[in-house]
């Protein structure tokens, strides 16, 4: 039973990290930039707390101005402290955006739970 709910923590987990990353992708599409207070030009590791929340939820005005929806957040998974993994951990995000070229711009987006599997999504 145990190896079970394991099994399903890591599969629900692999579907919220996809879940995030096509929203912080879908959130540089929009505005072109990464959230107030972070460059282009490094990558920025991102805690899934309240305020980042509300910005994919688009309840933040300061991050989202457009106030557009970007993730919906499962009800199970969110609480006080903001988006948690299967295990209760907030889920943290590495957001980097590489040097545009000539070619299409790649939008890197790695999805991190700690002492857990890791989802990379470009």
Not at 62 to 68: A, G, P, Q, S, V
Not at 76 to 82: A, D, E, K, R
Not at 83 to 110: E, I, K, M, Q
């Amino acid at each position: 039973l145990q190896k079970a709910r394991q099994r399903s923590y890591r599969i629900k987990a692999g579907a919220e990290a996809r879940g995030l990353a096509k929203a912080w992708k879908s959130y540089y599409s929009t505005y072109g930039e990464l959230p107030g207070g972070f460059s282009d030009t490094a990558e920025h590791w991102v805690n899934m707390d309240l305020d980042k929340v509300k910005t994919l939820q688009g309840r933040n005005g300061t991050d989202n101005d457009l106030n557009i929806k970007f993730y919906d957040f499962p009800t199970s998974s969110t609480n006080s402290i903001g988006f948690v993994d299967p295990w209760g951990r907030l889920y943290s995000v590495s957001l980097s955006v590489p040097p545009r070229t000539n070619v299409d711009w790649l939008f890197a987006t790695r999805v991190y739970m700690k002492n857990r599997r890791g989802f990379q999504y470009e």
